[in-house]
């Protein structure tokens, strides 16, 4: 009977010290992120899904605080392509949008990652052939954003990246990929 208990008792202590040296392990391990405090603006430009393939234009104003990343963002996007088959062919297809997203990213001295969603406002200007004739409209929706962003830092200020958004919404959704500058605010 002794013996069994301190088989029990020696399993956990044995537990309790890999517990113990486990959660050390971890709090070792622990990095502030390297994008806390940081802010930074950008510019893209690329192609988007919406009205066949559109052309698109976006800023944003980015900061990561203690917890997660903010994310302002107006963005523009233009019919590029028309369809054979459109009869409205003396004004294209628009969309704008501004947005604001959370979401997280990590970094390093030469690279960035974020990712974020959130909600936003469109305005989208297309042709409508209601009451069985053509007219130009222009209607407001509110939209769920996302966008992944990918970058490189070319030196302390400036950096290049990819990134890759969608706006989900009633009027047009749409998914994009755009390449752009980041600039970092001191």
Same mark, same amino acid.
């Given at each position: 009977?002794?013996?069994?208990?301190?088989?029990?008792?020696?399993?956990?202590?044995?537990?309790?010290?890999?517990?113990?040296?486990?959660?050390?392990?971890?709090?070792?391990?622990?990095?502030?992120?390297?994008?806390?405090?940081?802010?930074?603006?950008?510019?893209?430009?690329?192609?988007?899904?919406?009205?066949?393939?559109?052309?698109?234009?976006?800023?944003?104003?980015?900061?990561?605080?203690?917890?997660?990343?903010?994310?302002?963002?107006?963005?523009?996007?233009?019919?590029?392509?028309?369809?054979?088959?459109?009869?409205?062919?003396?004004?294209?297809?628009?969309?704008?949008?501004?947005?604001?997203? /959370?979401?997280?990213?990590?970094? %390093?001295?030469?690279?960035?990652?974020?990712?974020?969603?959130?909600?936003?406002?469109?305005?989208?200007?297309?042709?409508?052939?209601?009451?069985?004739?053509?007219?130009?409209?222009?209607? /407001?929706?509110?939209?769920?954003?996302?966008?992944?962003?990918?970058?490189?830092?070319?030196?302390?200020?400036? %950096?290049?990246?990819?990134?890759?958004?969608?706006?989900?919404?009633?009027?047009?959704?749409?998914? %994009?990929?755009?390449?752009?500058?980041?600039?970092?605010?001191?």
């Amino acid at each position: 009977m002794a013996n069994q208990f301190m088989r029990i008792h020696a399993k956990n202590i044995a537990l309790l010290a890999l517990l113990l040296m486990f959660g050390r392990f971890l709090n070792a391990q622990y990095k502030e992120n390297p994008l806390k405090d940081k802010k930074w603006a950008s510019l893209s430009g690329g192609i988007n899904s919406a009205d066949n393939i559109s052309w698109q234009v976006m800023g944003n104003l980015s900061s990561r605080g203690d917890f997660f990343v903010t994310q302002l963002r107006l963005g523009y996007s233009q019919e590029l392509i028309v369809p054979v088959n459109d009869p409205f062919t003396f004004k294209k297809n628009r969309l704008v949008e501004l947005s604001y997203l /959370l979401g997280d990213g990590w970094g %390093g001295k030469q690279w960035y990652a974020t990712g974020t969603v959130g909600f936003g406002l469109n305005v989208r200007m297309y042709a409508d052939s209601g009451d069985y004739q053509l007219r130009y409209v222009t209607t /407001l929706s509110p939209a769920i954003p996302a966008q992944i962003d990918f970058g490189l830092q070319l030196n302390k200020q400036w %950096g290049a990246g990819i990134s890759v958004v969608g706006n989900l919404n009633f009027r047009q959704s749409y998914f %994009g990929a755009l390449l752009g500058v980041t600039y970092r605010m001191k």
